[in-house]
């Protein structure tokens, strides 16, 4: 039997739930951003916004220079996790096999489905019009293919309220003026790598000997032949996997540019603390601690240092990257973002330690996670931790997943 894959892909989703969430920004031009300051990053403009010129990863400043009448509104990282998860849900409600490729698109498995549900395109229509009657008034475009690859293409063609199905025999026709960067997995290093060979479309990338991109690209190199033509043969996880998580991680952008040591320490603390939460949420201890630190002039220094044990407490995090920060000279140097990531994970076996002080301290941060879980971030903290002056974080990665059980990130 043909497989049938489904990819949905939520259209221009933070803009969109912020639209559904107010009725007043209806119609309206608006820019979702991680802070309204002139420092503040354009996660995802409204597609009012987008016809004035305005895209994703602009600051505020340049987004209402190009649309002066634009309205800023701050990232709601609960709101867009809570709707994902109900659009799962959906999902889940046609087949078992939901893959959430990203926060605000997934790819549904629905071979076999057609005596329940009706025909892809009708099973495609009967989505897009729950996600409306059900969950929010928001669009999706959708695109139907043989495989994932061509699946995701698909959707990206007609945007916004599309749905495209790229047939098996129409395959060859799609990709032989198909743009190689618009082909999930190669990026802008590789799309620029293939047009200094004349590379600029599928077709063309098609016709190219694959020994000659394998001697060029390695194991890449078949994978981009198959690409070329269409072929995929990834499978759609049922919906209890769980892909594993390989690190957890925070940073900030701060809000002035710093040369102040004791500034960048207490951002870092923050910072450590919240990773540290996450890590205890999804029962991980990890022992290596990586470093961000990034200068006015946008330069990134990273560094890290694994631990000889385990760990999941704030304070432990803190110190290591503390460490790693001394090496720099912070008053010359100066800071813009600073972040800190735990790597190297294993599963938090639930076993109290036999030396007391250890116990204790166990008891003491599950004890603080309770009380935070019921009245939120930070009711409870530790005493150095200036609540004053606490950095509110509400952004979300785009590519948060549900599937991995850890919700909240920075970007």
Same mark, same amino acid.
């Given at each position: ?13 933070f803009a969109a739930v912020a639209q559904a969430t107010n009725p007043r920004l209806l119609g309206k031009p608006v820019l ?9 990053? #354009? ?33 709601? /990282? ?24 990203? #926060? ?19 099973? /495609? ?36 309220? %599309? ?6 025999? *129409? ?49 890449? %190199? ?26 957890? %991680? ?35 201890? %990890?022992?290596? #601690? ?32 503390? *460490? ?42 599950? /004890? ?35 599937? *991995? ?5 920075? #970007?």
């Amino acid at each position: 039997m043909e497989r049938v894959i489904l990819h949905v892909d939520m259209n221009a989703y933070f803009a969109a739930v912020a639209q559904a969430t107010n009725p007043r920004l209806l119609g309206k031009p608006v820019l979702v951003a991680g802070s309204l300051g002139t420092r503040g990053v #354009i996660t995802c403009p409204s597609y009012e916004a987008r016809k004035y010129g305005v895209r994703t990863g602009m600051t505020v400043p340049e987004g209402k220079r190009l649309c002066p009448q634009a309205i800023v509104v701050s990232a709601d /990282a609960h709101n867009y996790v809570t709707t994902s998860l109900r659009l799962r849900e959906l999902f889940e409600q046609f087949t078992p096999q939901v893959e959430n490729f990203s #926060i605000d698109e997934a790819f549904l498995d629905i071979t076999g489905t057609e005596r329940l549900f009706g025909p892809p395109v009708q099973l /495609a229509n009967t989505i897009k019009r729950r996600i409306r009657e059900e969950i929010a008034d928001i669009t999706c475009s959708v695109g139907i293919a043989p495989n994932r690859l061509l699946a995701k293409l698909a959707s990206g063609i007609e945007k916004p309220d %599309g749905l495209v199905v790229i047939t098996k025999d *129409k395959i060859a026709e799609v990709l032989e003026k198909t743009p190689v960067e618009e082909m999930c997995g190669i990026g802008p290093k590789l799309t620029y790598q293939l047009k200094m060979w004349g590379i600029k479309t599928c077709g063309q990338l098609s016709r190219f000997p694959v020994q000659t991109l394998e001697r060029r690209f390695g194991k890449i %190199g078949r994978y981009l032949h198959l690409m070329s033509k269409g072929e995929d043969r990834s499978e759609v996880p049922p919906y209890y996997y769980y892909e594993k998580v390989k690190s957890i %991680g925070h940073s900030c952008t701060l809000q002035t540019d710093t040369h102040d040591r004791e500034v960048v320490r207490r951002y870092l603390l923050q910072l450590s603390e919240q990773v540290a939460r996450r890590l205890r949420q999804g029962s991980y201890q %990890g022992k290596t #601690i990586t470093l961000v630190v990034r200068k006015p002039d946008m330069v990134t220094l990273v560094e890290q240092t694994t631990l000889k044990f385990f760990t999941d407490d704030g304070v432990q995090i803190f110190q290591t990257a503390n *460490k790693i920060l001394n090496k720099y000279s912070i008053e010359t140097l100066g800071v813009r973002l600073v972040g800190v990531s735990v790597s190297n994970l294993t599963h938090k076996v639930s076993q109290l330690s036999l030396f007391w002080r250890e116990r204790r301290k166990q008891l003491l941060l599950k /004890a603080m996670d309770v009380i935070n879980d019921r009245f939120g971030d930070f009711s409870v903290t530790w005493g150095r931790l200036d609540l004053k002056n606490l950095h509110q974080n509400n952004l979300i990665s785009p590519a948060w997943r549900p599937n *991995k059980k850890i919700y909240f990130g920075n #970007i």
